[in-house]
């Protein structure tokens, strides 16, 4: 299986319409690569210049050492010479056929033997586990075995590159995350490359072994998805990743010694940093708190607030906290809920709080929060 190295990429669509902008990545041989971002933000025109379906603007791209796309040179690989497989949305199995017949058609017009193509069919359809559905045709399948037989047609000619375009979304919530499963361990047992275009923030959580977050063409942050959790680059990344999302709260900074001490309005607290960075004396900041981060504490060690909303959900209760002027989530663990407007304490622990500067946006340090009466 291939590297994959975009260089530049740029994809341009009319006058003012910028798609993907001066894009670099390396999608390293048998990586899980989601490319994640909200609807708009260039990932599926990125999935499709890969697949050679769209000619960009600018740019180069390479399958290991071979260029199958350059401007500059004139190279421009079409699909069936790159050798990829590509799985849409909408499945686009052909209705007349049966399902074996479906795996089989484009390995005949490969010219694939017959004993070949009959010994692949078996093969791709014991590793999807549809062996039973050979002979029907896709009506007689439910929407999550008509994935699996897109995925088997996809992966049947053994294509260097798997590529999917938002291949779940069209399935209910239990067949969406059964077929996530049926992904995750499709790419341990094949060794595949896959590259995979979603909105939704918990697949690409989930599945990828590296997430690209895409805003507006531009890649904001390219890393494996604990680390995008944890460590957001900017604003925009803190926000996107985590449901419930990152809590955002304005505060004015004084340095400290090692420390930072932070207020608003309604608390003050002593942010320490996990590493030595350089801040001014005084600054204006945006303190990153991750809702598990929150626990609920008694009232010499918290700070008050009143119980707006309360959503158990069995494992884990979702809670939204107002202390003055700010709202605060929560997540409190176990079978437990809490009275509206009730009033309860809160306090914090862990060390993976994140500060960001207000006016560029972008992420400062990681670190613990104290505070400070």
């Known amino acids: 299986m291939p590297t994959i190295r975009l260089e530049n990429i740029?994809?341009?669509?009319?006058k003012g319409s910028l798609a993907v902008d001066k894009l670099n990545m390396v999608?390293?041989?048998?990586?899980?690569v989601s490319l994640l971002?909200?609807?708009?933000?260039g990932k599926t025109t990125t999935l499709r210049m890969i697949a050679g379906l769209e000619t960009p603007t600018e740019g180069e791209i390479y399958f290991d050492d071979e260029c199958v796309?350059?401007?500059?040179?004139?190279i421009n690989l079409s699909p069936d010479k790159r050798n990829v497989g590509f799985l849409f949305q909408n499945y686009a199995l052909w209705p007349h056929m049966t399902v074996r017949k479906n795996i089989s058609f484009?390995?005949?017009n490969m010219k694939w033997p017959k004993e070949k193509i009959e010994a692949r069919v078996d093969e791709i359809c014991?590793?999807?586990?549809?062996e039973e559905y050979k002979d029907r045709y896709p009506a007689e399948l439910s929407g999550g075995q008509q994935q699996r037989v897109a995925i088997a047609r996809t992966l049947a000619p053994n294509p260097r590159?798997?590529?999917?375009d938002e291949p779940l979304s069209n399935l209910d919530a239990k067949l969406r995350n059964d077929m996530r499963a049926e992904l995750k361990r499709l790419h341990a047992t094949t060794g595949s490359t896959f590259v995979y275009v979603t909105h939704d923030q918990s697949e690409a959580m989930t599945l990828s072994t590296k997430v690209a977050l895409i805003k507006t063409g531009v890649l904001q942050q390219y890393c494996p998805p604990l680390e995008l959790y944890g460590e957001p680059s900017n604003l925009f990344c803190a926000d996107f990743m985590g449901n419930p999302s990152m809590n955002f709260v304005e505060m004015h900074g004084k340095k400290d010694g090692d420390s930072i001490i932070l207020e608003n309005d309604d608390m003050k607290l002593r942010f320490t940093p996990n590493d030595k960075i350089d801040v001014k004396d005084e600054n204006e900041y945006v303190l990153g708190i991750r809702p598990e981060f929150i626990r609920i504490s008694d009232k010499e060690k918290g700070i008050e607030s009143k119980v707006i909303s309360s959503l158990p959900s069995g494992m884990e209760t979702t809670l939204s906290l107002r202390t003055?002027?700010?709202?605060?989530?929560?997540v409190a663990f176990g079978s437990i809920d809490f009275a509206m407007d009730s009033t309860e304490f809160f306090d914090f622990e862990g060390k993976g709080y994140v500060l960001f500067d207000k006016e560029s946006t972008n992420k400062l340090s990681l670190g613990s929060l104290q505070i400070i009466r």
Do not use: H, W, Y
Request: glycine content about 18%; aromatic content about 8%; proline content about 2%.
């Open 10 to 14: 740029t994809k341009q669509f009319g």
């Open 27 to 32: 999608i390293k041989n048998g990586e899980f």
């Open 37 to 41: 971002g909200p609807s708009g933000c």
């Open 69 to 74: 796309f350059s401007d500059e040179k004139g």
């Open 106 to 108: 484009g390995l005949e």
């Open 126 to 130: 014991k590793t999807m586990r549809i």
């Open 161 to 164: 590159v798997l590529l999917m």
């Open 324 to 330: 003055g002027k700010t709202t605060l989530s929560a």
